[in-house]
C-alpha cells in the first residue's frame, strides 16, 4: 500500500469531482469542474465523453498535487451518473457520438413498443426495472440503429456507462463495469453474474462491446501511473445512488436514504433478498463483493434540483438557489398554487415518460413566492408517493436519511418530516456519494476490514421532526393527488 489516504472521482451529471479522503472520513482537498450540458432537441439531453474524461483527470490532478504526491494515495474509488451510455473506438479510445444521459427521453417510442409487445413484466421480474427511456440498454439500441460508425466498428464498438469510461481511461483501455451499474441497464439480470443472453437480444446489444461485470469494492485494475504519477488500485466502484446509500450507512435491512440532486432517489436496504415491486419501484444491485450482493428498492424522481435551475436560468422567479428557501417562508402556504414538476416525465411510482409539467391554481393574488413555495413543496410531495408505494411493497420507512445538494435547505429537510410524518436526518456532511465511493475503496484495499467497520467514515446528524398539523398537511395531500390524477387522466 503506497499511502493511506482515499481518492475519489464523483462524475455527475452537471459536474466532475475529485475529493482525497483521510480514513476516518475527513476530507482533505476537493476540485471540481462543471460539465457542459446539450440540448440539441427536445427530449435529447448529452454530454461530450471528451470533456467528462478531460475535466475528470484535471481535478485528480489538483487533488493529487495538494496531498503532496501520488504516493500518498492508496486506493481511487469512482462513483457516477447512472444510466448515461459512452460508445467509444477501442482502437482509438475516441467516443462516436456525444454521451445520452439519463435524464434523455428520445427512446420513448422504443419503449412503447417494448411494453406494447408484452415485455414488460419479463423485464421487470428478471431485472428489476421498468420499461423507460431512463434506463441505458434502449440507449445503446439507439446508438447502434443511429450512429453509422456503431455498426461499422464491428467488434471495435465499446459501449458502457461512465464508469467503464473512466476505468477505460484511467488503465489505458481496461473495459469493466461494476455490478451496481450494470444492474441500471436492463441487460444483467439482478441474479445473474453476467450479461444476460435472452436480455441482450431483446435489445439487440452484442456482448462483445459490453464490459466485464466486476465487484463494487475490491482492486480491479491500476491507473496508468504516466497519467497520476502511480499505479494506484481502483477498489471502488458504483452507481451515485448506491454509493450514497453505502455513504448514509444503510448497511441494515430497511434503512432508507434519499439523495436531492439534479434528480432525487430514494433507496431502502432489502439485504441478500431479491428485491420484488408491485408498486412499480425499481429493484436494483446495492453492492457486490466476492461476488456476493446486497440489494435496494428503489424510487426515482426526475426533477428535483434542476427544478430550482429552471426557476432560477430559465423562469427567472429567483436569482439564485438560496432564495428559493426565502421566498417560500415569505408566504405562510402556497396560495392554492399547484406545480407538478414533470419536466423531464413522470418517475415511480407512476413511470409517464411523455408527461409534461403543471402549473395550476393561479390568481391575481399570486406572487412569485407562492409559485416557488408550490415548485418547493412538490419535493416533498413526490416522496410522499413514493412512501406510499414502499410502505405497499413491505419497505415502509422509519426513518428518511437525506443528502444531496438540495438536503442542505433546512427549509426543504423539514417540510419533508412535515408532510412525510417522520424523523428525517441530515449528516454533517451531505455529500454522502463520495463517502460511500471512498467506504468502497477503502475496503477493497483493505483499509477497512468490511463497510460496517468502514462507518467510522462519517460525522455527526441533524434530525428534523414533524410539526405541521394535520389539516395543512391533508389539504396539501389532497391538492397534489387531484393534479397528479387529473395531468395522468388527461394524457389518455
Not at 482525497?20 to 440539441?40: F, M, R, S
Not at 460508445?87 to 456525444?98: E, L, N, Q, V
Not at 464491428?154 to 461494476?178: F, I, K, M, P, Q
Request: charged share 20%.
Amino acid at each position: 500500500m503506497m499511502g493511506e489516504h482515499i481518492l475519489v472521482i464523483d462524475e455527475g451529471t452537471t459536474s466532475t469531482r475529485a475529493i482525497v479522503y483521510a480514513p476516518d472520513g475527513a476530507i482533505l482537498h476537493v476540485a471540481q469542474a462543471e460539465l457542459t450540458q446539450y440540448y440539441p432537441e427536445p427530449g435529447h439531453v448529452e454530454h461530450d465523453a471528451v470533456e467528462i474524461w478531460d475535466k475528470t483527470l484535471a481535478c485528480a490532478r489538483a487533488v493529487i498535487a495538494k496531498v503532496g504526491g501520488a504516493d500518498r494515495i492508496a486506493a481511487l474509488g469512482i462513483t457516477n451518473q447512472r444510466e448515461t451510455v459512452v460508445a467509444w473506438d477501442r482502437s482509438t479510445g475516441a467516443p462516436i457520438t456525444r454521451a445520452i444521459v439519463w435524464q434523455d427521453r428520445r427512446t420513448a417510442a422504443q419503449c412503447a413498443q417494448l411494453r406494447q409487445a408484452g415485455h414488460e413484466a419479463m423485464l421487470q421480474a428478471r431485472t428489476g426495472l421498468v420499461i423507460d427511456p431512463y434506463f441505458s440498454g434502449t440507449k445503446m439500441r439507439w446508438i447502434l440503429d443511429n450512429v453509422p460508425e456503431a455498426r461499422a466498428l464491428g467488434d471495435r464498438l465499446a459501449l458502457g456507462t461512465v464508469e467503464s469510461w473512466l476505468v477505460w481511461n484511467l488503465t489505458g483501455g481496461l473495459h469493466v463495469s461494476d455490478a451496481s451499474n450494470a444492474s441500471r441497464t436492463q441487460l444483467l439480470a439482478l441474479d445473474g453474474p453476467d450479461w444476460d443472453e435472452d436480455l441482450l437480444a431483446l435489445f439487440g446489444v452484442p456482448r462483445a462491446a459490453l464490459p466485464r461485470v466486476v465487484d463494487t469494492a475490491g482492486i480491479v485494475g491500476h491507473c496508468d501511473a504516466a497519467l497520476l504519477g502511480a499505479p494506484i488500485p481502483i477498489s471502488g466502484l458504483a452507481g451515485d445512488q448506491q454509493a450514497a446509500t453505502i455513504g448514509q450507512h444503510c448497511l441494515a435491512i430497511g434503512d432508507t436514504k434519499a439523495t436531492f440532486g439534479t434528480g432525487a432517489f430514494i433507496l431502502t436496504n432489502m439485504g441478500p433478498k431479491l428485491p420484488r415491486s408491485s408498486h412499480r419501484l425499481l429493484g436494483t444491485v446495492l453492492c457486490q463483493q466476492d461476488g456476493q450482493r446486497m440489494y435496494a428498492l428503489e424510487g426515482s424522481i426526475f426533477v428535483a434540483g434542476s427544478l430550482i435551475k429552471w426557476l432560477r436560468d430559465e423562469l427567472g422567479v429567483i436569482r439564485t438557489a438560496a432564495e428559493s428557501a426565502d421566498l417560500a417562508r415569505a408566504v405562510p402556504d402556497n396560495g392554492g398554487v399547484l406545480f407538478v414538476p414533470a419536466l423531464a416525465g413522470l418517475g415511480a411510482p407512476h413511470w409517464k415518460p411523455d408527461a409534461t409539467g403543471v402549473l395550476t391554481g393561479l390568481t391575481q393574488g399570486t406572487s412569485r413566492a407562492h409559485i416557488v413555495r408550490a415548485a418547493m413543496e412538490s419535493l416533498a410531495h413526490q416522496c410522499h408517493d413514493l412512501q406510499a408505494a414502499f410502505a405497499a411493497d413491505g419497505a415502509a420507512w422509519t426513518t428518511l436519511r437525506i443528502d444531496g445538494g438540495m438536503s442542505a435547505n433546512d427549509w426543504i429537510a423539514q417540510d419533508l418530516a412535515d408532510i412525510l410524518a417522520l424523523t428525517v436526518e441530515r449528516p454533517a456532511d451531505t455529500e454522502t456519494t463520495a463517502l460511500g465511493a471512498a467506504m468502497l475503496a477503502g475496503v477493497g484495499v483493505g483499509i477497512h476490514a468490511s463497510l460496517e467497520g468502514a462507518m467510522t467514515m462519517g460525522g455527526a446528524l441533524t434530525r428534523f421532526t414533524p410539526g405541521s398539523g394535520a389539516g395543512a398537511r391533508s389539504t396539501r395531500i389532497a391538492l397534489w393527488q387531484d393534479g397528479v390524477r387529473r395531468l395522468i387522466e388527461g394524457m389518455g
